[in-house]
């Protein structure tokens, strides 16, 4: 989220992947077994000794003693060497254990703030290890976290001395130009998404940046580009298959188990583990017409108040976000960034407006690849900056909202501060509160208020500035986005999921009793 030029179109750029060991990647069959293989030692023996490939799998593989972990509740736990043993050779995949490369790369996530320790990651190849991996957990009553993209700015994507299960290797889209579907494997990221469905032409709402993980950003919710055309990511869903916290496969449609289809849509993770998204997809001209205009600091006021009215009669082809922002080194500006998905000869009557302001310090609207845009947004050193951040659901803009902001912002030096909002609208609000598990359907911006640090730095002052300026912007908000909520209380999750809740908590008390999938924005069972 480095550029400023689009940070009012690319609010989710806060999920990252990280690359795994390519070599522990490769192997499909049992490392231990292979390992123990002529072939392994050959292989090894042409390989440097840093990289030998029996020594690295036998060290990733291998069980040498029971291990360290703690269940759900905090309580320590032993886990017998053999019983883990026996995990790691039931999966097609890979078991990390501490002391491993490959571990310490997988139990990242992108905000580097978050340093935890799981005790053992499981990354499954398949359905038959997500379920393997979760009966195991549930077994010995670990703590779970399930990492996809390891964009959860509040590191609920892993966990000290549980089990991670990391979804990086469950990967694969297949798109159906005909049906216009697009199969989607749990692990993928969105980038796969957009580039297969949209040889094709086609297109479904996947966010705004290509490495972010199609599991966490489906399940909460799923806004981007086109969401104001197309719906949210969880509205254009048609079937997911999923492994629920007793380790069975169950596959929810409108046909198929629909309670649980409904719940998975905007309940985010606390039923289970989708292994196989199916998304409805959409006809889309491959070029947009997307960009910004920065206005001075000293016009936020009349910016913004701008913004709020031109964003309530927008087309629904039309997405368009604002902010203030201050960027590293740079003054403080107003922003507006627009991506429109309409017919191009449209266009630029739909934008002209915005020109007329303010006085525009630096316009780059232009026709661009969909998919170009997409990546546009991608972080390319994500571990080199701590983020804080809060978040809530607004409304119409009123002109207190405007003056609080404006008041309060404050540029840090050699830091990045910013207040920006994602529209809503058009198709997302005119679905029903109570047809999926989302119920903030009435909403026009999702507001964040967020600081960015060079790691090494301390924070404290930053942190301490957005928790003051949030007492006045919270009370403009109404509700959050359950993939943005970083310290929310139990209380507070709750009451957000509004006249859904109790829906939610019937079926967490069906699928997942026992809480086993609880690091989320958590639907507590009363089982």
Known sequence: MGDWRMVCI????????????????????????????????AVAASLPATQSLAALLNHLTQVTSDVNAVTGDGAEVTLKQ??????ADSLRGNLLLPGSEAYETARMVLNPTIDKRPALIAQPMGSADVSDAVSFARQENLLVAVKCGGHSMAGKSTCDGGMMIDLSLLRSVRVDPIARTARVAGGSLLGELDHDSMAYGLVTTAGTVSHTG????????GFGRVARKFGLSLDNVLAVDIITADGKFHRASADDNPELYWGVRGGGGNFGIVTSFEFQLHPMHRKVIAGSFIFPFSKARNIMNFFGEYADSAPDELHVGGGVVAEQGQDSVAVIGVV???PHDKAD??????????????EDVKAIDYVALQKSGDIDDPRANGSYLKSGFTGKFTSQLVDDLVDTFEAHPGRSTRVVFQQSGGAIGRVPDDATAFPHRESKHNMLSFVNWPMGTDPSQHIAYIRQQWKSLEPHTRGFYTNDFFTETQQQVNANYRGNYTRLVNLKNQYDPTNLFRLNANVRPTA
């Open 10 to 41: 690319t609010i989710n750029a806060r999920c990252v992947d990280f690359p795994h060991n390519k070599i522990s990647q490769g192997i499909s069959m049992n490392r231990r077994r292979f390992c123990q293989s002529s072939l392994a030692a």
């Open 82 to 87: 053999a019983a883990v043993q026996e995990l």
């Open 214 to 221: 199609v599991g966490g950003i489906t399940l909460g919710g």
């Open 340 to 342: 429109y998905c309409g």
């Open 349 to 362: 009557a739909v934008i002209a407006p915005i020109r007329t302001a303010g006085t525009v310090i630096k």
